[in-house]
């Protein structure tokens, strides 16, 4: 079964950049979607952007010029890269993959890293 | 974008009928897919995939869950309901796939 799993620092400076890894096992990343989605306090939850089979990207427009998604396909992990976060972007961060036929909903999820932006 | 209202909670009796709402702020359906999905999510887990496109049951949920609905209102319906489906309850819409997916805020589903 495909299982996710983030990871990454807990704790980011202000102007900093956050990266986090999610780790892939039961299922390639060179096939199907892949993306992150991360819930606020409070509860709001926000799609941050995929990478694709193909490597192909694409970012939520209030993010595109923070947001960087890559991907290792020799380790089956992909990552996220925030740039210039702010105190707004303290959240609880998942990576998922999508549904098999196309990129609608998002039927795996990790078990999500809380990520604290903080000086 | 896509705005998505849900209300913010709702109480029910152990074995009694929930049923959550979902608006969308415009049509969400493309022929006759009806591209709205639920997810429930317990403390301190992940969210969890319901129903995807409106009606269709996740993989090992049980038949207790329900979707309905389309153009821009969705139910969530939960009959009968049992302590574990205590949690929040997500809509999300893929309407404006691949560029933009939007979730609901959340309904919070408590014992009355």
């Known amino acids: 079964e495909v299982q996710l799993q983030e990871s990454g620092p807990g704790l980011v400076k202000p102007s900093q950049s956050l990266s986090l890894t999610c780790s892939v096992t039961g299922y390639s990343i060179t096939s199907n979607y892949w993306g992150w989605i991360r819930k606020f306090p409070g509860n709001k939850m926000e799609w941050m952007g995929y990478?694709?089979?193909?490597?192909?990207?694409s970012y939520n427009p209030s993010l595109k010029s923070r947001i960087s998604i890559t991907r290792d396909t020799s380790k089956n992990q992909f990552f996220l890269q925030l740039n210039s976060v702010t105190t707004e972007d303290t959240a609880t961060y998942y990576c998922a993959r999508y549904s098999i036929s196309s990129p609608h909903w998002f039927a795996y999820w990790g078990q999500g890293t809380l990520v604290t932006v903080s000086s | 974008d896509i705005v998505l209202t849900q209300s913010p909670a709702l109480a029910v009796s152990l074995g009694q009928r929930a049923t959550i709402s979902c608006r969308a702020s415009q049509s969400v359906s493309i022929s006759r897919y009806n591209l709205m999905h639920w997810y429930q999510q317990k403390p301190g887990q992940q969210p969890k995939l319901l129903i995807y496109r409106a009606s269709n049951l996740a993989s090992g949920i049980p038949a207790r869950f329900s979707g309905s609905g389309s153009g821009t209102d969705f139910t969530l319906t939960i009959n009968p309901v049992q302590a574990d489906d205590i949690a929040t309850y997500y809509c999300q819409q893929s309407r404006e796939s691949p560029y933009m997916y939007t979730f609901g805020a959340g309904t919070k589903l408590e014992l009355k």
């Open positions: 990478i694709s089979y193909s490597g192909s990207t």
